[in-house]
């Protein structure tokens, strides 16, 4: 069974710094790495994936997430965070052929000026 | 229509009670998913549908929940008898075709509480 953890339920980082949240997953062959947003009042929004491929994915938002094999790996990063990051970001595993997602805890992160 | 639309958004109900949810998915898409929220946990996988047959249920708490979906378009995800843990965001999302790896498109939520 496939299945995520998010080490880190809340992150607080200053505006300006940079910012990189911890995601592994558990899956026996290639999964789909995905990461979301859930904005304050929004519903979840995708910011990137990843299946094959460069191992350096970009997504929306200036975010980036670099998928680690050898680590189960798929950290999600920002050289700069914005005040108007702050939300709760849900790291997610699915298969090819099977449609079944599979979400992390999520973590949230705060922004202070 | 131009994205998930979910209602009600927020409904409360008394410890017994039967309660709908109802999802209505962007147009066209072949593929819609119900998942729960608690407060502060993760997203939890309920149930999702190919069109109208629903080929993994197994996320389902108990024979409580139901859910069906009519034709390719709005889904109701049925409790009955709610309990107070029944309580969390429940969220609807859909995809085109419902293959591995497509991006899912989620709507706002239905808060339920349950008093």
């Known amino acids: ?113 | 229509g131009a994205g998930v639309s979910q209602s009600p958004s927020n409904k409360v109900t008394e410890k017994g009670k039967d309660v709908e949810l109802r999802c209505d998915p962007i147009s066209g898409h072949t593929a819609l998913y119900w998942y729960r929220q608690r407060l502060g946990q993760g997203l939890e996988f309920l149930i999702y549908f190919q069109g109208n047959s629903a080929p993994d249920k197994s996320g389902l708490p108990s024979d409580r929940f139901s859910a069906e979906r009519t034709g390719e378009s709005v889904s109701t995800l049925t409790i009955q008898r709610t309990q107070q843990e029944d309580s969390a965001v429940y969220l609807c999302a859909s995809s085109l075709t419902g293959q591995g790896g497509e991006k899912l498109f989620f709507g706002s939520g239905t808060q339920l509480s349950v008093l």
């Not at chain 1, 519903?43 to 670099?66: H, P, R």
């Not at chain 1, 449609?99 to 949230?108: A, D, R, Y």
């Open chain 1, 1 to 113: 069974a496939q299945s995520v953890t998010q080490p880190d339920i809340h992150i607080t980082v200053s505006e300006g710094a940079s910012l990189e949240l911890r995601c592994n997953y558990s899956y026996g062959a290639t999964p789909y790495l995905f990461w979301y947003v859930q904005s304050p009042g929004q519903g979840l929004q995708l910011l990137l994936k990843y299946f094959s491929g460069d191992t350096l994915v970009q997504g929306i938002k200036g975010f980036e997430a670099e998928f680690k094999r050898s680590q189960s790996s798929f950290n999600l990063r920002k050289p700069s965070v914005h005040w108007s990051d702050a939300a709760e970001y849900f790291c997610a595993v699915g298969a090819a052929g099977y449609q079944k997602v599979t979400f992390g805890t999520g973590t949230k992160l705060q922004v202070i000026p």
